[in-house]
């Protein structure tokens, strides 16, 4: 028998049917396992500074800086509709005074952040995960912690499921992700199965 021991993440109750909504018309939204994880990473750590790649509708940036009032946002997203959709949503929520939205590719954009950040939330395209990592590891602050979703891609990464072939350069990208991070010694790094996978990195 399956036992889940988690609690549920606090959050409005406006906000939890808002994100059930979205992913069941199709817009992709973090799932709830990750989502616990994320917001509890993020009560513990307490950030005053948070990236995310991949806003979407911002139903995880709203999850976010509702778990830290202290904290910004910065987060970054190439669909225009999505872009403009989160903007309605924060400003509904009445967050947008903490929040400053990009819109463009992701690689783009992070080239010329500078400043540091405490947190940084990946959520964007898998197969580009390895070529953010440099502007990462520049912008997270020591003592930050990068959190990851999807790492495991359907388990394909440890093999549990055979990867389409339309699908194999999303992997090969994902475990250079992986390995490049668990062999930096200035990184303590774990991956969780929790999800679709959470790669959770600390910086020394
Ligand atoms: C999994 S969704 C993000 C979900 C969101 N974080 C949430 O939990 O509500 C990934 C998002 O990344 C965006 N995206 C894809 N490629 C991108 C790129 N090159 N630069 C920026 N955003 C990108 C997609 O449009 C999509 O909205």
Redesign the pocket.
């Known amino acids: 028998m399956l036992i889940n021991f988690n609690s549920q993440p606090k959050i409005p109750e406006k906000i939890t049917k808002m994100?059930i909504e979205?992913k069941n018309s199709g817009?992709?939204?973090?799932l709830d396992d990750s989502?616990n994880l994320l917001l509890l990473t993020l009560q513990i750590k307490k950030p005053k500074k948070i990236l995310?790649?991949?806003?979407?509708?911002?139903?995880?940036?709203i999850?976010m800086l509702y778990t830290c009032p202290d904290a910004v946002l910065t987060t970054?997203?190439?669909?225009e509709e999505?872009y403009f959709e989160a903007k309605k949503n924060f400003k509904e929520s009445k967050i947008d005074d903490k929040i400053t939205q990009y819109l463009?590719?992701?690689?783009e954009?992070l080239n010329f952040l500078d400043g540091e950040f405490d947190f940084i939330?990946l959520?964007?395209?898998k197969a580009?995960y390895i070529d953010y990592l440099p502007d990462i590891i520049r912008l997270l602050s020591k003592g930050g912690v990068l959190f990851a979703?999807?790492v495991l891609f359907r388990g394909y990464i440890d093999g549990s499921k055979e990867c389409p072939k339309s699908d194999r350069t999303i992997l090969r990208n994902l475990r250079k992700f992986i390995n490049t991070l668990t062999e930096n010694n200035d990184f303590v790094t774990n991956v969780l199965n929790v999800g679709d996978g959470i790669l959770i990195s600390y910086k020394l």
Request: hydrophobic share 30%.
């Open positions: 994100r979205y817009i992709p939204t973090i989502l995310e790649i991949g806003t979407a509708t911002g139903m995880s940036g999850s970054l997203e190439k669909d999505s463009g590719d992701a690689g954009i939330f959520d964007g395209p580009r979703d999807n």
